[in-house]
């Protein structure tokens, strides 16, 4: 298994708090991604981070940041958690990556985070 | 039109069936795919790439079809331990989305004894 982990891997909170996830990797990967997943929807990219201080948004980033200090750390952020991001986070790495000249390197995925937000 | 269709199934089959799973998506340019399996409350863990040529691994088989847009995915001989959700993923082509992943919702399969 890829060396990813995710922490915390539950967490349930109140709306309107903070809340951050840490995604932390040993295989040097380049690319560091953070997904949601939810019924009926798939897995949808929130944020994506291609080396340090470099990121860039995903198709529902609204009421995310990122931040990517080290290579072997992504950390995603909910500035005030609402109930609609209720879902499971999960921290994806790969090789190469978007806006790469070639990017067929399949993306490894993180055990989840199960976020409750009441 | 979503970028990836899938039939979500569930496919309920004894051991021993074969079983197919299409997968359908809408930009042409896309150039990389993939097949995933999720397990229940699990991460979705790569099951095999899909090349052009169609390729083998055990008893899966993926198929490109480029012209038609989809890809498939064969599962001969199901064994218990298959039962999954399997995820077909495309690598968007061209843009500010080149690299990125778009997953299909995933086809839901039983194996049953």
């Known amino acids: 298994d890829a060396g990813i982990t995710q922490s915390p891997r539950h967490k349930v909170t109140e709306t309107g708090t903070p809340v951050t996830l840490r995604c932390h990797q040993t295989e040097n990967h380049r690319y560091m991604y953070w997904y949601r997943q939810d019924p009926g929807h798939g897995l949808r990219l929130i944020h994506y981070?291609?080396?340090?201080?470099?990121?860039d948004k995903g198709e529902v980033s609204d009421g995310y940041s990122v931040s990517r200090s080290k290579t072997e750390d992504f950390l995603l952020t909910l500035e005030s958690a609402t109930s609609s991001q209720t879902s499971v986070y999960f921290c994806a790495i790969s090789e190469s990556g978007p806006g790469q000249g070639y990017s067929n390197q399949p993306q490894h995925f993180g055990d989840g985070t199960r976020l409750s937000i009441l | 039109r979503k970028e990836v269709e899938q039939d979500p199934g569930p496919f309920n089959v004894p051991e021993g069936a074969t079983v197919a799973f299409n997968c359908t998506y809408s930009n042409s340019a896309s150039q990389s795919f993939f097949w995933y399996r999720q397990d229940c409350r699990k991460e979705p863990k790569l099951l095999m790439s899909?090349?052009?040529s169609g390729n083998e691994d055990g008893r899966f088989t993926a198929q490109l079809n480029r012209a038609s847009q989809y890809i498939s995915l064969l599962i001969r001989d199901s064994k218990l331990s298959d039962s999954a959700t399997y995820l077909c993923v495309v690598m968007n082509a061209g843009g500010t989305s080149y690299g990125k992943l778009t997953f299909g919702q995933g086809t839901i399969l039983t194996v049953h004894p």
């Open positions: 899909v090349y052009s």
């Open positions: 981070s291609y080396g340090v201080k470099d990121t």
